[in-house]
């Protein structure tokens, strides 16, 4: 079935660092692809999005294509703040009238000044 | 705007009693998600809901688990009887509908626990 495969946490780095998070998927169609993140205490909330191969989601700094070739759609950042510690979760919608998502384990960021 | 509003936000109960947990999603949004969030397992939906029927309760764990949904601006997720293994944060989410694209906004949450 569909799949959502991220690279295991935790992840620490110092402020200003750049940051990669691995995300890959398994479907059969063409999903719509997220990244959400969740601040400690609070719920989910939608970091970025990209609907269709080679898109480009972006939003505070952050961004991630949407790779078809290799089922992929990493997260970046140029230069993480303290303020962006928190788990980033990637998902997959297979889509549908009745689609929904499907959330990868979850990576812990922890960004140190 | 408001969000998603779940209530109550922490519970701690005992074992074999009853809960029941809230939720209110955005208004003029016509899909309502459950999810169960653990350490072990993750994020999972539990049900969902479309126009305020259900459509997919697959990832419901098993009969102590009902929800319901009676008008588009009200939820409940009930477990009769608790038990300790449903300790967990459960989540209501809320989209403007069901399709591939659209965007989930979820509540803050409710953390369980049964002793």
């Known amino acids: 079935g569909d799949s959502v495969t991220q690279m295991e946490g935790p992840v620490t780095l110092s402020e200003e660092a750049f940051l990669t998070i691995n995300c890959t998927y398994t479907?059969?169609?063409?999903?719509?692809l997220f990244w959400y993140v969740q601040y400690p205490g609070e719920g989910l909330q939608l970091l970025l999005k990209a609907t269709k191969a080679d898109d480009k989601g972006s939003n505070k700094g952050f961004e991630a294509t949407y790779r078809k070739e290799t089922t992929s759609f990493h997260l970046e950042k140029g230069s993480v703040q303290v303020s962006d510690s928190a788990v980033y979760f990637c998902?997959?919608?297979?889509?549908?009238?009745?689609?929904?998502?499907?959330f990868g384990k979850g990576t812990k960021l922890s960004v140190k000044p | 705007d408001a969000g998603v509003i779940q209530s109550p936000r922490h519970e701690v109960t005992e074992m074999g009693q009853e809960v029941t947990l809230r939720c209110k999603p955005i208004s003029g949004h016509n899909s309502l998600f459950w999810y169960r969030q653990t350490m072990m397992r993750g994020l999972e939906l539990l049900i969902y809901?479309?126009?305020?029927?259900?459509?997919?309760d697959s990832g419901m764990p098993e009969d102590r688990f009902s929800a319901k949904m009676p008008n588009a601006s009200f939820s409940t997720l009930k477990i009769q009887p608790s038990e300790p293994r449903d300790s967990a944060v459960y989540f209501c989410?809320?989209?403007?509908?069901?399709?591939?694209?659209?965007?989930?906004?979820f509540g803050p949450g409710t953390r369980l626990t049964v002793l």
């Open positions: 989410a809320s989209s403007r509908l069901a399709g591939d694209t659209d965007t989930q906004y």
């Open positions: 998902a997959l919608n297979y889509g549908g009238s009745q689609g929904n998502l499907i």
């Open positions: 809901f479309n126009n305020n029927v259900p459509i997919d």
């Open positions: 479907a059969t169609g063409y999903p719509s």
